[in-house]
């Protein structure tokens, strides 16, 4: 049987949003059964600051996933930590930030992993309830498409292709299963991305304020103009669907079925998560009879 899974201990950490460019303070701590994954604004008014973690909540999707509650009280860039949390198979948590933006950290959820596999995870007295997808969910947008699709055992697949009009990118695909060994080892580490000629661009938005080549890879042309280079040939892809995992921890569940996605960003992510969540006939939550050992864990800590 697989159970719903908690932090072990309070978690803290803190870094800068690379949208806002505010300092925050991150405190991740140990929630009941149930609970599910919610966010808590410290910084604004008692009863107002509390964000659950749901895909119609999804109030913005520029660069980035942003919350919104009944209050207004928004929350952006939540993906890459919800990316390691849910590729931890963390089912609940309390998330307290001190900030509008959650920190960004080296752009990847490799920080994120770390310090929650060091703080340690907690099995909790209840099964964890997983969807599945019992018929196929599928959204397009122009050359973006995405969708879920039923699958025969209990697990998670991913198969999701890249095209950029770069030699530094060009088309990328990768295919994988989703556990917790396999999120850490293949994805955790790939830092998000983008173009320095839309630097000024988005600084005219009031975006990427806290960007930088120490939380993102800048390309230029060709070229990527990071010192260090790559950590993987891949690593774009790698990230987009990084990206993915964090915006699938938006439906609540952990999932069983296949996603697939061409040029897959946040916006269509997000429509493919309200596209399920909008039709309760084609998905069923149920329990998994599988058994995850405690070396899976340690599989995934050595992975990161």
Known sequence: ??????????AICAGIGVHSGERARLTLKPAPVGTGLVFKRLDVAEGQGVIEARGDLVHDVTLGTKLQNEYGTTLSTVEHLLAAVYGLGIDNMLIEVDGPEVPIMDGSSALY????????????????????VLEPIEVVDGVKSAALLPV????????????????????????????????????????TFGFYRDIKKLHQMGLGQGASLENAIAVEDDKVLNPEGLRAKDEFIRHKMLDAVGDLALIGHRLIGRYVSEQP???INNLLVRELLNAPEKWQLETVDRKVPVEFYHAAARAI
């Open 1 to 10: 049987m697989i159970y719903q899974q908690t932090i072990a201990a309070t």
């Open 113 to 132: 992993s770390e310090l929650i596999l060091r703080t340690g995870l907690k099995r909790q007295a209840a099964q964890a309830k997983f969807l599945r």
């Open 152 to 191: 025969e055992d209990d697990m998670f697949y991913m198969d999701a292709a890249i095209d950029f009009n770069s030699g530094a990118i060009g088309r990328q695909r990768k295919s994988m299963t989703l556990t917790p060994e396999t999120f850490s080892r293949e994805l955790a580490f790939a830092r």
């Open 265 to 267: 960003g946040h916006s």
